[in-house]
């Protein structure tokens, strides 16, 4: 236990302070533990990419290539720029009013972290979250220096105007004409300065408001759907690799549980946030930005979209790839008998029926098709079709060459929907590598493997035991609210990694079934809000400059004591609806009575 253990700190330290790339981190395990003599080479190597588990022999792991297949979805969403198209849109519709050009960050955002990492939809926001803002500044800035000095100054330099709406900022009471419509110094003033100028105080907050806005949004859509962040994935996994097939666990399940825990943090988070920045008046008498300026930055949202061109024929493809997908994966078992009942059979083995599908084919299949589909209509010049523009031949990419000087690089599109540079290049594969580091801690740490494994799970399981007193409830409470503090010392991923092998063992002591702990620990391994250090998404809005640590902590730790306390309520009242977690499985049984038959020795005593 105490070697499986110091591999396992060593890796949170690793991963915590990044020392090394997270991917590479994820290596250690193939090192270490054959270094430790904990398990040979030939049994850690195959357990990030395994098609059995030494638990129970020639069981099913088919969670990297669900991963896998989602990654390559989302790189073609990102290629062929639907993400951009769907995040203006959505902000188009909902208009810049500040309570709903907030609520039109968070929608897009939540629906776009479902399908694509919560790194990538954070990075594909930002800019348009900026460029946004930089409109919304022009509103905020007063048309004279001198309006500063001036009985009516609070109508221009106050953020907003009043509810009536029909203040002017060029109207500066003493001015005269030529100097009320002065160029305004503070127009060259860099965003830093702007916002450090007292009168802007409300800008201020309306900047932070929004950044905040897209992290959280990442977080709550990431957690709704099994493929949207890692803790999900490497739950997943664990399930798989520690219970086999059988459980009621399959993507549309975790949607019917997750879904309503998403959209309910989703709308806490709007009015928090609100309540945060604008001032719980804000909820009742909100704040609002002139007709004219409204007006403004609605049409250069709109000059932007019209900039993406018309629907082209690749982006029609990966739309309707992707709907399939999505389709496939909710109706393999929604609860009744799916499409894979179509594909059961008798495994020659064990003699059981089992289903030769899963999640993973439907997202292998849609990645396969992304390189064999063309880009561009093969039939267009048949049907008397114009060319395709450059538009949709090419992409413009910005590229930061000094702090003050940006570039455009014209990078020409695939032929079909993807190629293999492509996929080389934008494929999150340290996310790929730390989903398999995580079965492969799970292989080093579990107990009921035949050998010398350390069983450090087990070991922890039972120093766990002495809190079997504390009724269920409380349980789920705790491990959710000790999953979220992990979380923001650690990779979101790594808590996962961590935490869900020992909970299994756990939950098998308890003879209580292993997902009532489990669903909680994972959902709340996603909800790091507070440490601009915890998650990719919270460095990046932090990087930017609107926001300090101590805004993170203020807001951040309200929606962790709301967003954990949602997700145990839901685990103790809906999801038994769902999972049957009313009564102990089957399946957990019989893999408790594998684990035991597989540690006792020829003498009948226990090994290691």
Request: proline share 6%.
């Amino acid at each position: 236990e105490a070697k499986a253990g110091y591999i396992l700190v060593l890796m949170s330290f690793y991963w915590n302070f990044e020392v090394v790339p997270l991917g590479v981190t994820a290596l250690f395990p193939v090192v270490l533990v054959p270094l430790f003599g904990i398990l040979p080479s030939k049994d850690i190597c195959p357990a990030y990419f395994k098609a059995s588990s030494a638990l129970v022999p020639r069981r099913p792991q088919d969670s990297n290539m669900l991963f896998l297949g989602g990654l390559i979805l989302a790189v073609s969403i990102e290629v062929w720029d639907l993400h951009k198209r769907i995040a203006l849109r959505v902000l188009i519709l909902f208009g810049v009013q500040p309570r709903w050009l907030l609520f039109g960050f968070l929608i897009p955002t939540w629906l776009l972290s479902m399908w694509i990492s919560n790194t990538a939809t954070t990075a594909m926001m930002i800019p348009i979250a900026e460029a946004v803002l930089l409109e919304l500044r022009k509103h905020f800035q007063p048309s004279n220096p001198k309006a500063a000095a001036t009985g009516n100054s609070a109508a221009v330099n106050s953020g907003y105007c009043p509810e009536s709406g029909d203040c002017q900022l060029e109207e500066v009471s003493g001015a005269a004409d030529g100097a009320a419509h002065a160029p305004d110094p503070a127009l060259d003033l860099p965003m830093k300065e702007f916002l450090a100028d007292p009168r802007n105080a409300e800008f201020r907050g309306t900047c932070k408001m929004i950044m905040l806005s897209v992290s959280y949004g990442a977080v709550f859509g990431g957690v709704a759907t099994v493929t949207g962040t890692s803790p999900n994935v490497i739950f997943n996994g664990i399930v798989q690799e520690y219970f086999g097939s059988e459980t009621s666990f399959n993507y549309s399940s975790w949607m019917f549980f997750a879904m309503p825990v998403s959209v309910l943090c989703l709308g806490l988070s709007w009015l928090w946030l609100q309540v945060s920045f604008l001032g719980l008046r804000s909820l009742v008498r909100p704040k609002k930005i002139p007709k004219k300026d409204e007006d403004r930055i609605k049409q250069g949202l709109i000059k932007e979209y019209q900039q993406l061109g018309p629907l082209s024929f690749a982006e029609i493809l990966v739309l309707l790839l992707f709907a399939l997908t999505i389709g496939l994966w909710i109706s393999r078992e929604p609860g009744v008998p799916g499409w894979t009942a179509l594909f059961r059979g008798t495994d020659k083995r064990t003699g059981r029926t089992v289903s030769f599908m899963s999640d993973a084919q439907p997202a292998i299949m849609s990645a396969i098709l992304l390189f064999l589909l063309p880009s561009r209509n093969p039939f267009a010049a048949a049907c008397g079709h114009r060319p395709v523009s450059r538009s949709h031949a090419s992409t413009i990419h910005d590229v930061a060459v000094d702090e003050d000087i940006r570039v455009q690089l014209v990078v020409d599109k695939p032929d079909k929907l993807l190629n293999w540079s492509l996929m080389q290049e934008r494929v999150a594969w340290h996310i790929v590598l730390m989903l398999g580091s995580g079965l492969a801690l799970a292989e080093t740490s579990k107990v009921g493997l035949p050998g010398p494994e350390s069983g450090l799970s087990e070991w922890i399981g039972k120093q766990l035991y002495v809190l079997h007193v504390i009724p269920l409830e409380g349980l789920v409470f705790i491990f959710s609210f000790c999953s979220a503090i992990l979380t923001e010392l650690t990779s979101n991923g790594a808590a996962a990694t961590i935490l869900l092998p020992i909970l299994a063992s756990f939950s098998e002591r308890l003879r209580v079934h292993p997902f009532y702990l489990m669903l909680c620990c994972t959902a709340s391994c996603s909800f790091a809000f507070i440490l601009p250090i915890s998650t990719p998404a919270n460095i990046m809005v932090y990087s930017r400059g609107y926001l300090t640590a101590l805004d993170m902590l203020r807001t951040g730790s309200m929606m962790t004591l709301m967003s954990n306390s949602i997700v145990s309520i839901a685990t103790l009242s809906y999801a038994p609806g769902i999972f049957r977690l009313h009564e102990y499985p089957a399946w957990a049984s019989r893999a408790a009575a594998a684990a035991l038959n597989a540690t006792a020795a020829p003498n009948g005593t226990s090994v290691g």
